[in-house]
Structure formats: C-alpha cells, structure tokens
C-alpha cells in the first residue's frame, strides 16, 4: 500500500500563487488532477519518474509546473496566475511499475491516490 500525503493548499486572490507537494516513496510516474464541485475529476499535469518527461492539461499550461526530487520523495505543482477557475481539490496520484520516462494522462492509469487538498481562488 502506498500512502500519499498532499500539502499546501489554501486560499488566494486571483494572480497569486500556490506550491502543492505530495510525499511519496518509489519509482513511481505522478500526477496532479483537480475536482471541482459539481464536475468530474480532470488531470491537471503529470511526471515521468525520471523526471525528464511532463505533460500539462491546456488550462494550465504556461501557469503551472509539475517537478519531482527523487532523492526527497516530493512531488511539486506550482501553481502561478491563479485564476478562480483553477478552484477545486488537488488531488496526487501514482502509478508504480513504470518505465522511467513514461507519463500518464488518464485517472484509470493511475493505482494510488492523495486524500487531497482544496484550492480556492477569490476573484
């Protein structure tokens, strides 16, 4: 079994920024989604375990960043030009027997999932 532990969320005014992190030990590929109220949980960015690979959901390419510190067993999401659009909870997610530079989009590729963390963005 593997656990994930998720911080860093909070609330912010909109252009701020927010740093999410999920602890995590293994050779893993990772991921952030997000789940707003009301919708269906989406994928926000993913990681090889290598960390050479990423991959980001068009809404927030260019304002988010996904990285990794092996060494640590830290995932990473910074979060830049926050918008109230970006409201929901972040959820880190895991897939363990990987190649290490490959990266997954889908939440059925992924086996083991954070309890996640709420992101509000005030307009």
């Known amino acids: 079994q593997v656990q994930l532990v998720e911080s860093g969320g909070g609330l912010v005014q909109a252009g701020g920024s927010l740093r999410l992190s999920c602890a995590a030990s293994?050779?893993?590929?990772m991921g952030w989604f997000r789940q707003a109220p009301g919708k269906v949980r989406e994928f926000a960015a993913a990681?090889?375990?290598?960390?050479?690979?990423?991959y980001y959901a068009d809404s927030v390419k260019g304002r988010f960043t996904i990285s990794r510190d092996n060494a640590k067993n830290t995932l990473y999401l910074q979060m830049n030009s926050l918008k109230p659009e970006d409201t929901a909870v972040y959820y880190c997610?895991?897939?363990?027997?990987?190649?290490?530079?490959?990266?997954?989009?889908?939440?059925?590729?992924?086996?083991?999932w954070g309890q996640g963390t709420q992101v509000t963005v005030s307009s």
């Open positions: 997610a895991v897939r363990n027997g990987v190649s290490p530079d490959y990266y997954y989009t889908q939440t059925g590729e992924y086996r083991y």
């Open positions: 293994g050779r893993y590929a």
């Open positions: 990681i090889s375990w290598s960390g050479i690979r990423t």
